[in-house]
T-cell receptor, first 112, second 113 residues
Framework: KQEVTQIPAALSVPEGENLVLNCSFTDSAIYNLQWFRQDPGKGLTSLLLIQSSQREQTSGRLNASLDKSSGRSTLYIAASQPGDSATYLC???????????FGPGTSLSVIP | DAGVIQSPRHEVTEMGQEVTLRCKPISGHDYLFWYRQTMMRGLELLIY????????DSGMPEDRFSAKMPNASFSTLKIQPSEPRDSAVYFC???????????FGAGTRLSVL
């Protein structure tokens, strides 16, 4: 059974700092992995999607990497800003037509 | 497009009452998903539809939960009878051509007293 974990559960950093969020999954047979952002009281917004054949994806100040063999993905945020404060969740698809399994999320606070 | 629209945003009801949550997906999207989010269990997929047909409802917790999609622009999630442990935020999401890049609604916060 696929299990997805994220560490740390919460993170507080000063503005401008580079940071890394971690996601681990137990079954390396995945179709793709996706990183989402959730703002308080809001739904989820997709940030980056990495196909199983890819090693990383970049969007602006965000870079996500994927290492299937070790069951890990990282989300790197460069030059963090207060507007980055949110909860970040990773989600794993085992196949293209299977359930998505979400991690519990990392709550990020960027202090001005 | 206005995105995925859910109603109501907040629902407070008493145990035993019927609750109906509503969702309007993004026009043209052929997949629709219902999720439940709680502090204890995180975000869980309840059911998803493809072209209005339920594909996987194995995440629906009990027979008290039912979901329908009568047409491409509307879906409901019904709980009858509701119980306090059903209190959660329920999200609807839609996507096009597969389950990736899902667009989420703002959610319905349900409180069952």
């Amino acid at each position: 059974k696929q299990e997805v974990t994220q560490i740390p559960a919460a993170l507080s950093v000063p503005e401008g700092e580079n940071l890394v969020l971690n996601c681990s999954f137990t079954d390396s047979a995945i179709y793709n992995l996706q990183w989402f952002r959730q703002d308080p009281g809001k739904g989820l917004t997709s940030l980056l999607l990495i196909q199983s054949s890819q090693r990383e994806q970049t969007s602006g100040r965000l870079n996500a990497s994927l290492d299937k063999s070790s069951g890990r993905s990282t989300l790197y945020i460069a030059a963090s800003q207060p507007g980055d404060s949110a909860t970040y969740l990773c989600a794993v698809f085992r196949t293209s037509y299977d359930k998505v399994i979400f991690g519990p999320g990392t709550s990020l606070s960027v202090i001005p | 497009d206005a995105g995925v629209i859910q109603s109501p945003r907040h629902e407070v009801t008493e145990m035993g009452q019927e609750v109906t949550l509503r969702c309007k997906p993004i026009s043209g999207h052929d997949y629709l998903f219902w999720y439940r989010q709680t502090m204890m269990r995180g975000l869980e997929l309840l059911i998803y539809f493809n072209n209005n047909v339920p594909i996987d409802d194995s995440g629906m917790p009990e027979d008290r939960f039912s979901a329908k999609m009568p047409n491409a622009s509307f879906s409901t999630l019904k709980i009858q009878p509701s119980e306090p442990r059903d209190s959660a935020v329920y999200f609807c999401a839609s996507s096009s051509h597969g389950k990736n890049i899902q667009y989420f609604g703002a959610g319905t916060r349900l409180s069952v007293l």
